[in-house]
């Protein structure tokens, strides 16, 4: 009898980093993109594309979430499952809700357009889901990509 003929195994992993909040450090999540999506066999434009919406995310972070000369540290969180990438990242600083910011209105001209909002618009179209949660003082923001 095999127990097994019915059972899907579904392995997860799970790496961190850890930046600290100075924009120099985002080379070094370029870095660890890079390795993630060589491991996993990921299409050069899907590494790229998901290295772009979290620089983008921890950028917005660094410039944004503490006062100016506060050492801070950023942690991302990957966990890699089946055919998912789950991002959380998770910050001290100011409480900010990307996921409650209005969506850029694209028909506008540029001149037109309001300052800001277009990384957020980029994370939205790049990643398959975003969310967000302040718990214990601190931001969660969770980006999943479909792999």
């Known amino acids: 009898m095999n127990l097994n003929s019915n059972k899907t195994t579904i392995l997860t992993m799970e790496k961190e980093i850890r930046i600290s909040n100075q924009l120099s450090e985002i080379a070094g999540l370029a870095i660890f993109i890079e390795e993630l999506g060589e491991e996993l066999s990921l299409s050069v434009e899907t590494t790229m594309n998901i290295n772009l919406a979290l620089e983008e995310a921890i950028a917005n972070i660094i410039m944004y979430a503490y006062p100016p000369q506060e050492q801070h540290d950023i942690i991302l969180k990957v966990t890699i499952t089946e055919n998912q990438l789950i991002f959380l990242l998770t910050d001290n600083g100011l409480s900010f809700d990307p996921t409650q910011v209005e ?29 967000y949660q302040r718990l214990d003082g601190e931001n969660h923001l969770i980006m999943k990509k479909d792999i």
Do not use: K, T
């Not at 001149?111 to 939205?124: A, N, S, T, V």
């Open 103 to 131: 969506e850029v209105d694209l028909s506008l001209s540029i001149e037109e357009r309001p300052i800001g909002g277009l990384g957020i618009f980029l994370i939205r179209s790049i990643m398959n889901e975003v969310s």
